[in-house]
């Protein structure tokens, strides 16, 4: 197999692609998440939408990817209202309201799924699967329907960037500015729920957490600039991307998720100590160097 | 024993030995560390299920606790490195090891049943079905026998720990002065979570062990702040949830894993919204109370202010006040009601006249204000 196969291959360009624009809607994403330090709220949406899963097919009888996904993108957007009324409303500390609203969905989820099972149609085969992900079973129409909801998430982005930078950074200062916070930050929420659903049937909702956050932690160590931060960590999303899909189908019995995401903590990894900007092996160089004048 | 009976035992006891070992957890603010390990443990039963040469409960158990224990030392390694906070370090390192874990599943054990969906839902309905027999006596169900002991484990250690456990999450800095050595106890503590969340996991799944060990210590704060009170309350509150989701799920039969877990967070959900105090419900009450409260407070110190000067019959005519104060008419209404029922103002045609209880009221919060 050479690595051309990328464009001629049916399954490889399917999951090379796939997995390479969840990489790009991820990584841009994550980067506000992480500054926002909500980097396992992804965690807690991914489990969130099994319910929505079940609720959506039990109530059009469809296991259709754009039915699913508007099921998963609803049940993960009141999962994620419930989130910020038990931190907006409570004194419960953001970890534990995390995982109230993750098990609670995912246990409720379940019950669903047996309910689901009961039922006479054989169609509800595999409904469960739309969660834990399979990107080696991609096809092109949910190629392009990734796609498409990720140019719509882009242009967003870039169109109000400038607004999502100043939110990010200083909430207060926006609000001085002007600027609706409380439809900003909605916003932001609504489109990190099309990144976790684009990348349900990808990764699965175990990995989603690391597509999120990964990218950006590692781009976090080479710049400074938001800016940049967001176009290293979409880079890194879909080299990691490309590369996990060409390890999987490469290799016999790997799995393209956890392949994705092993890619993605060795860039992190490598990140953490050797980045440009606050690279770990830097600052000892440099510490080191300080304490040898003094001696 | 019959199979019905073994699994409400078994539910019973998960949420009793849960929802103690989660008080601490919940108090440091490391929930979301339980769900961190009880993913990232997969790749710890794989190990032990190669160091063991098959399945073997004992060298899975000890595999799963190493590579939860081995979790929270990367978050907290990464955490100390200081380039990332914590929730991100989290949300990098389980995936990875469950990453890690699912590669090593398919490429070795693929015809090996460990199934990673499994893995997450987790099925109590199997627990009679293991069952431990010593000397040909059959003595119930083995994750019985698990979860009981990892309650007592966790009794034992709140008991012998209490004071340096209470002291070092209330105040860390303290803990530390004092020659307590909070790193230790942190570890220890963070292993017998991390054996707590194996037992609970292989018994109940992942997902359920999470919910079993954060959310009655979560629901138990809603209604005192008494730590024993919490401890007791959480234990009570695992446990009925537990039998609750059981009879439930058997009555509809539907998953009892799933059950349980709806079950603690409709438990949860009802008390962040109905619980005295503390609720969303008697907040909401409270600071409406207190907005009308206060405005009422803001009358009669205008009133005061005014009381016996040239200006006083102006100033305290009702149509006056909607201008002086910015207030709506229905708002004076209201406000001025309030008033009246504190006893502090009293209505003489369009006038408001002061009571001595109110002048003293205003007088009163003026100097409180100052203090």
Request: charged share 15%; proline share 7%.
């Given at each position: 197999m050479t690595w051309t196969e990328v464009f001629t291959d049916y399954t490889l360009r399917n999951v090379a692609l796939g997995s390479a624009i969840l990489g790009v809607v991820s990584g841009v994403l994550g980067t506000f998440a992480v500054l926002r330090r909500q980097g396992l709220a992804g965690d807690a949406l991914a489990h969130a939408a099994l319910p929505g899963i079940c609720l959506a097919y039990l109530a059009t009888g469809s296991k259709a990817a754009p039915v699913l996904m508007l099921g998963a993108a609803l049940a993960g957007w009141v999962g994620m209202v419930i989130l910020i009324g038990f931190l907006r409303?409570?004194?419960?500390d953001p970890g534990s309201a995390l995982a109230i609203v993750l098990t609670t969905f995912f246990g409720f989820g379940v019950v669903l799924l047996t309910v689901v099972q009961k039922?006479?149609?054989?169609?509800?085969?595999?409904?469960d699967k739309f969660l834990f992900?399979?990107?080696?079973?991609?096809v092109q129409d949910q190629v392009v329907l990734m796609a498409g909801l990720s140019v719509v998430v882009l242009v967003l982005i870039a169109a109000l960037f400038k607004e999502f930078k100043v939110f990010v950074f200083d909430v207060d200062y926006a609000r001085t500015l002007g600027l609706p916070t409380g439809r900003l930050g909605a916003l932001l929420t609504a489109l990190l729920v099309i990144a976790i659903v684009i990348g349900l049937n990808t990764v699965g909702d175990v990995l989603m957490s690391a597509m999120l956050v990964a990218p950006a932690a590692a781009a976090r160590q080479w710049t400074e600039s938001l800016g940049r931060m967001i176009l290293l960590a979409a880079g890194f999303g879909a080299t990691a991307g490309i590369f996990g899909a060409l390890w999987s189908v490469s290799?016999?019995?790997?799995?393209?998720g956890p392949a994705i995401v092993l890619i993605l903590s060795l860039l992190v990894v490598v990140s953490l100590l050797f980045?440009?900007?606050?690279g770990w092996v830097w600052e000892r160089v440099r510490r080191h160097r300080q304490s040898g004048v003094g001696a | 024993m019959s199979g019905a009976l073994a699994i409400a035992l078994v539910a019973i006891v998960a949420g009793a030995s849960c929802g103690l070992a989660g008080v601490f957890l919940v108090l440091r603010r490391l929930a979301m560390m339980s769900d961190a390990i009880s993913h990232a443990i997969l790749p710890g039963l794989v190990a032990g299920y190669f160091f063991a040469r098959g399945p073997n409960l004992i060298a899975a158990f000890l595999g799963a606790t190493a590579a939860g224990v081995l979790t929270v030392f990367l978050v907290e390694t990464i955490v100390r490195m200081r380039r990332l906070k914590e929730d991100a370090a989290i949300g990098l390192v389980f995936p990875a090891l469950f990453a890690i874990g699912v590669l090593l599943v398919s490429r070795?054990?693929?015809?090996?049943?460990?199934d990673t969906d499994a893995v997450l839902y987790?099925?109590?309905?199997?627990?009679?079905?293991d069952t431990w027999n010593v000397a040909g006596r059959n003595l119930g169900p083995q994750s019985l026998w698990v979860l009981a002991g990892l309650g007592l484990l966790n009794a034992g250690f709140l008991y012998l720990f209490f004071k340096e456990l209470k002291l070092s999450t209330f105040d860390p800095g303290l803990a530390e002065i004092l020659g307590f050595r909070p790193g230790l106890l942190h570890y220890s503590f963070m292993t017998i979570i991390a054996m707590t969340t194996v037992g609970a996991f292989s018994a109940v799944g992942a997902i359920l062990a999470v919910a079993l060990i954060v959310i009655p210590a979560v629901t138990a704060s809603f209604w005192t702040t008494r730590l024993p009170v919490v401890i007791v309350l959480s234990i009570g509150i695992g446990a009925f949830a537990g039998l609750l989701g059981y009879g439930a799920a058997t009555a509809i039969d539907v998953s009892i894993s799933g059950a349980i877990a709806t079950t603690l967070g409709l438990l949860v959900g009802g008390s962040a919204l109905?619980?005295?105090?503390?609720?969303f419900v008697a907040q909401a009450l409270l600071r409406r109370r207190q907005r009308w409260a206060f405005a009422a407070t803001a009358l009669v110190i205008h009133l005061a202010h005014h009381r016996?000067?040239?200006?006083e019959v102006e100033e305290s005519r009702l149509d006056h006040l909607q201008a002086e104060l910015g207030w709506s008419s229905d708002e004076v209404n209201r406000i001025v009601r309030e008033s009246e029922e504190a006893g502090w103002t009293i209505r003489e045609g369009d006038r408001l006249v002061l009571t001595e209880t109110g002048a003293r009221a205003a007088a009163g919060r003026l100097v409180a204000d100052r203090a």
């Open positions: 409303r409570t004194r419960v039922r006479p149609d054989a169609g509800q085969a595999g409904l992900g399979q990107a080696a079973a991609l290799q016999d019995h790997t799995p393209t980045g440009s900007s606050r | 070795y054990f693929a015809n090996v049943h460990l987790g099925e109590i309905a199997l627990a009679p079905f109905f619980a005295p105090r503390t609720g016996g000067t040239d200006a």
